[in-house]
């Protein structure tokens, strides 16, 4: 029983995986499986930095495939209860609330009212809508 444990884990998680990608689930399991896969993550961006050989990790390719497909499952599961419910969980609202810092504003196409980072800001200038270019209202009369 303890040998086969191991050469079935695999397997049953990528099943798993597919009916994720078919099968709504509740928030919370979601909420869940997104810490579990940012944990996932930091664990194979730290056995990858502090490998000594690279063939020390050679499950590396099939483990990069395996956890983008969860990724793949988690994108398509969180869209589906954004569109549906509208709330898909704790996790994927402050992810939201720390992109855009409380304000609805943040990203949208609305010129910067300071000035053009580019040109330095100066008074009067404003940006393009063709290019991002900075028209000066000196140097560029229309």
């Known amino acids: 029983m303890k040998r086969t ?22 928030a919370g399991l979601l909420d869940v499986l997104i810490i579990l896969n940012i944990v996932l993550a930091l664990v194979v961006l730290l056995t990858t ?3 000594r050989k690279p063939l020390d990790f050679s499950v590396f390719p099939s483990l990069l495939l395996v956890a983008t497909l969860f990724r793949l ?9 954004v569109l549906g419910d509208g709330y898909a969980g704790h996790v994927i609202e402050a992810f939201g609330t720390v992109a855009i810092g409380g304000s609805i504003i943040i990203g949208s196409d609305l010129p910067d009212p300071r000035g053009d980072p580019v040109c ?23």
């Open 5 to 26: 444990l191991p050469k079935v884990a695999v397997p049953v998680a990528v099943v798993g995986i597919v009916l994720l990608l078919v099968v709504p689930i509740p």
């Open 49 to 51: 930095m502090f490998v």
């Open 73 to 81: 499952g988690l994108n398509v599961a969180s869209t589906r209860l």
């Open 120 to 142: 330095g800001g100066h008074q009067g200038c404003r940006t393009s809508r063709r290019g991002g270019r900075a028209l000066h209202p000196r140097r560029h009369a229309r």
